[in-house]
């Protein structure tokens, strides 16, 4: 099975495929040298890949098989070594200023600046696309808010929990209004209440938002609630499955996918 | 009598300056290529081992005005210890917020702006409170040879056993680099007002 022809387990996620490709890998090999300088090591092999605007794609893997390779040449923090990666028809790498503002990360852990108040990291990705104060302020303000952290404006990271401080992370992404959102792990450095409780609240703006979203889990759980589309990769980058979820899977479905993504996993 | 000391706070503050400046420079320059870091590193680690004494002497003997002697004394008494420091200050940038920055592909002026800025500016500040005390005392020693002004020539006129005299001067020179060490320990105070704090001291 192979991303050219993902498995598609519902009729209307069909429809996602009709979209225009907003992330496209065609052919995309990512080789490594050894740290010891002896050789290369392939992280990622031969990867074709299209991901359609509005799809919410879990990228699934055990550690080490290059989901965070595939998700850094998406960010173009890394360039291909053979093959070609596009989003929204350029070149991330060669052509990095051109996507300023139109992705948008978050990553595993929060990375706020700690000298600037939870206000002015939500407001981080505007100001870097020269948006003026007020605008930028403004919109930090209403996703803030949205994340539940309205009066903690003026707080610093310090002053806030770890899932405070991942839900301006969060309200930094989305208040670029990037079309495109990276994330790696957000939920993972969270303690399991808050990240179940999270992971509703994400995956609900992800999708009221229209946002076209890569993210990389270890939890096919995570996979499964936020997800419309599940690709798992097997080492070196492989993809091994690829399905396609309708907007609500039934119990079923989804009972049958983990199934078949723990067979994957497990092979 | 106050003009005296301006006149070496100046020297002092000036010379400071000047080593900050040319510090950072090879600092960005270190922190940038490793190719540059190798061949600065061991050059400015044997300009740190010589004493401010040689480095009066030098000047003494290439260059004639007062001011500049004093400025090369300073300026090259400070230097390392600048360069070094700042260097370390831009090598502990943490690698992930780096990333973070990037990600959100800022230009260059604006990467220094909101991360090199206030990621090395502790550093900046300790670097200040480590060299002004060096400074001082170098600048007195520097005045000794040439100069016709400042505490370190006053000092010189005291040389006759006027113990009164010699104390005055060097606790004004002191008071001086108190005043000074407060001023950026208020600085420190008020930019770093991010950080938190334990109720239990370390």
Known sequence: MTADRPLVMDGAAHDAASLPVEIRFDKVSKHFRRPDGEGTFVAVEDVNLDIHQGELVALLGKAGCGKSTLFNMIAGLQAPSSGAVHVQQHDPFKEFAALRGRIAIVFQNDRLLPWRSALDNAAFGLEMMDVPLARRHEAARHWLARLGLQGHENDYPHALSGGMRQRVAIARAFATDAPIMLCDEPLSALDEITAARLRLEFAELLREAGRTAAFITHSIGEALDIGTRVVVLQRPARIAYDVRLGATPAEAERTEVRRRIMDVLTM | ????????????????????????????????????????????????????????????????????????????????????????????????????????????????????????????????????????????????????????????????????????????????????????????TFSLRYRGMSERSL
Request: no cysteine; hydrophobic share 60%; glycine share 8%.
């Open chain 2, 1 to 188: 009598m106050f003009g005296q000391v301006l006149t070496t706070v100046a020297r002092t503050l000036g010379g400071l300056a000047g080593a900050f400046v040319v510090g950072a420079i090879l600092a960005a320059l270190m922190g940038r290529s490793a190719l540059v870091a190798r061949l600065l590193s061991p050059m400015l680690t044997f300009l740190q081992g010589i004493p401010a004494l040689s480095w009066v002497v030098f000047a003494v003997i290439w260059f004639r005005g007062v001011e500049t002697r004093i400025f090369f004394i300073m300026l090259f008494t400070t230097l390392p210890a600048f360069a070094f420091q700042l260097l370390d200050s831009y090598r502990s940038i943490s690698k992930d917020l780096a990333e973070m920055v990037v990600s959100f592909r800022p230009r260059r002026w604006q990467m220094l702006r909101v991360l090199v800025w206030p990621a090395v500016l502790p550093g900046v500040l300790t670097s200040w409170k480590a060299n002004l005390g060096n400074a001082s005392r170098v600048v007195v020693v520097a005045e000794l040879v040439g100069a016709t002004g400042g505490v370190g020539y006053e000092l010189l006129q005291q040389q006759l056993f006027d113990m009164a005299g010699a104390m005055a001067w060097t606790l004004q020179l002191v008071l001086f680099v108190l005043v000074v060490q407060w001023v950026i320990s208020a600085i420190e």
